[in-house]
């Protein structure tokens, strides 16, 4: 129940906002009635496409991030094969990527915050090793 | 007729005298590391810069070319970012270029090549010709 997903897909571009929005809604329930939870939704708005999908050129493209099992992602991405609104989707899970982000991001953080003195000291040891 | 002939070889001639000039030239004001053509293919002889101890060889890398995220310490090579990715791929034919030409490290090619398939299967990058 830890896995990240981010879901994204591509809209007609000629759907009206309102249906739209009782997409996604549906989506977001699907998720929290599963027991899972949304982070975070992003219509990112009207794109030309980079080849034809369906015959169309435009799209609108929609993110969203969320967080549940496997089973979860399998029935959001059956609905969204079911709708024909719905010209294209993808989804990557991140969680691993995320993880290992944080990773460096701490790595990071504790070098910065352990200032690179203990070098010169540990170069003076080590040569006052060598001469002794 | 004759003096047709006659007209054509003296342009002809004057044509031929202008070229040998003109090659030369060229070939002085091209600077001797310049990079940016398909292969090492210009002997130039060994070069001090170039991979430790090569001579004779035909293929050399053009300067030390630094991973950009190596340096620019970008962690998350993200498929959304296409205009980032679109650096790393062919203008003309839509193709990931090759590490040597870009400078990229290994595992960030590695990430940026999946990062890239995947903008590909959500048209943000096309699969083949040119970016519209």
């Known amino acids: 129940m830890n896995r990240t997903y981010e879901l994204m897909f591509i809209v007609r571009p000629d759907m009206p906002e309102e249906e739209q929005q009782k997409l996604i809604s549906t989506l977001e329930t699907v998720v929290t009635s599963s027991g899972g939870s949304v982070h975070k939704v992003d219509v990112m708005g009207k794109r030309r496409l980079a080849y034809t999908v369906r015959k169309f050129h435009d799209g609108i493209y929609v993110l969203l991030v969320l967080e549940g099992s496997g089973g979860l992602v399998h029935e959001l991405e059956r609905r969204l094969r079911v709708t024909e609104q719905v010209i294209k989707f993808i989804t990557v899970r991140i969680d691993e990527a995320q993880k290992r982000l944080d990773k460096i991001k701490k790595l990071r953080e504790a070098k910065r915050k352990a200032p690179p003195s203990p070098a010169p000291a540990e170069a003076g040891g080590e040569t006052a090793a060598v001469t002794a | 007729m004759a003096d047709e002939t006659r007209t054509t070889t ?25 990079g940016g053509d398909r292969g090492g293919d210009r002997n130039r002889g060994p070069r001090p810069g170039g991979p430790g101890g090569r001579e004779g060889g035909r293929k050399y890398f053009r300067r030390k070319k630094v991973c950009k995220f190596c340096v620019e310490k970008i962690d998350a090579i993200d498929y959304k970012d296409y205009r980032l990715l679109g650096q790393f791929v062919s203008i003309e034919s839509g193709k990931i270029v090759p590490r040597r030409l870009t400078g990229v490290c290994t595992p960030h090619q590695r990430r940026l090549s999946s990062a890239i398939k995947l903008a590909r299967n959500i048209a943000l990058l096309p699969f083949s010709g040119r970016a519209s």
Do not use: H
């Open chain 2, 10 to 34: 003296a342009e002809g001639s004057t044509g031929g005298g202008e070229r040998p000039e003109r090659s030369p030239e060229r070939s002085s004001e091209r600077p001797p590391d310049r």
